[in-house]
């Protein structure tokens, strides 16, 4: 009896495990996908452009973010309430207290064990791992680090389109909007194949080019010229990096979990984890370098 515990509760933890992973990235590799993260992206854009357009000065900003965040606590908590409503949740929360089996096993046993095993997880979905690294890495090294320096060609500071408006609409809502497109798109085209991983992976590693092709937009930079002027140019770079950030992140997700081995499937949502995470903090130290030097 105690085993069958232990392997529902392993098997429970692997399935949390991998909700975590599809969470973070906004999305579930069953079904279509379901675009979380893409979502909130596009609905905080649109309220920074409402609270730009209704507030006329910083504070009354920032009054309207807190009134917003307030609401979306209190939502919060009401959907609490009503979690401990659902039976599925009750049914987990009342066999909550089932002993488990005892495991007298040394800590740095279990700690070279859980390393191996993470190790072993990190190998099997490197080709999907590596695919989110460099895609993560890249978008986060220019987004919205580099984007937010952008000056309208012909500045006009009589102009509320360059003043309130360009970077909210050309640079938020705009790679926010693609990347909802993107991972839209993996419910009808998966491209590449499943076979395919060394070309997914050269795919996240060739958006590389659009980090020059980002400093290279009118920027107002003392090292580096300024090549594209027009304002057109840095919309389509910013388009193009949330299409192909959120493509690249839904299909690597759907397939990580092919590439585990039988039974290895919570391992695969640990590991997956990890690259999520290497590529969100290799794209900050990047993102400030980047800024430095331009």
């Known amino acids: 009896m105690a085993v069958e515990v232990d392997e529902m509760n392993e098997k429970r933890e692997g399935d949390v495990l991998m909700c975590n992973t599809e969470l973070e990235t906004g999305h579930l590799d069953q079904g279509k996908p379901k675009d979380k993260s893409a979502v909130a992206g596009i609905i905080a854009a649109a309220a920074n452009l409402l609270t730009i357009a209704s507030a006329s000065n910083p504070l009354d900003v920032g009054f309207a973010y807190f009134i917003i965040g307030v609401c979306i606590i209190a939502l919060t ?22 002993k488990q089996r005892t495991d007298n096993t040394p800590w740095n046993v279990k700690l070279r064990r ?9 190998w099997e979905v490197r080709w999907t791992g590596f695919t989110l690294l460099f895609t993560l890495a890249v978008t986060l090294a220019v987004f919205p680090s580099v984007y937010v320096l952008l000056v309208p060609n012909n500045f006009d500071e009589n102009s509320q389109w360059h003043t ?56 107002n930079s ?23 950030n959120g493509y690249l992140i839904s299909l690597s ?24 995470s290497l590529g969100l903090c290799i794209g900050v130290f990047l993102s400030y370098g980047i800024v430095a030097l331009v």
């Open 77 to 98: 908590i009401g959907l609490f309430i009503i979690l401990f409503r659902n039976p599925y949740f009750l049914y987990y929360w009342k066999n909550k207290g089932i």
């Open 114 to 122: 859980t390393a191996a095993n993470l190790w072993h997880a990190m």
């Open 164 to 219: 309130k408006y360009f970077h909210a609409v050309t640079v938020f809502l705009c790679y926010n909007v693609f990347d909802y497109v993107g991972r839209m798109f993996v419910g009808w085209i998966k491209w590449p194949k499943f076979a395919q991983k060394k070309l997914l992976l050269s795919m996240a590693v060739l958006r590389a080019i659009l980090i020059p092709l980002s400093t290279l937009c009118n920027i």
């Open 222 to 244: 003392k090292r580096i010229p300024t090549v594209f002027y027009h304002d057109s140019i840095p919309t389509i770079l910013v388009g193009l990096l949330g299409l192909t």
């Open 253 to 276: 997700v759907n397939y990580a979990p092919r590439y585990a081995s039988p039974g290895n499937e919570e391992g695969c949502g640990i590991a997956t984890s990890t690259y999520i």
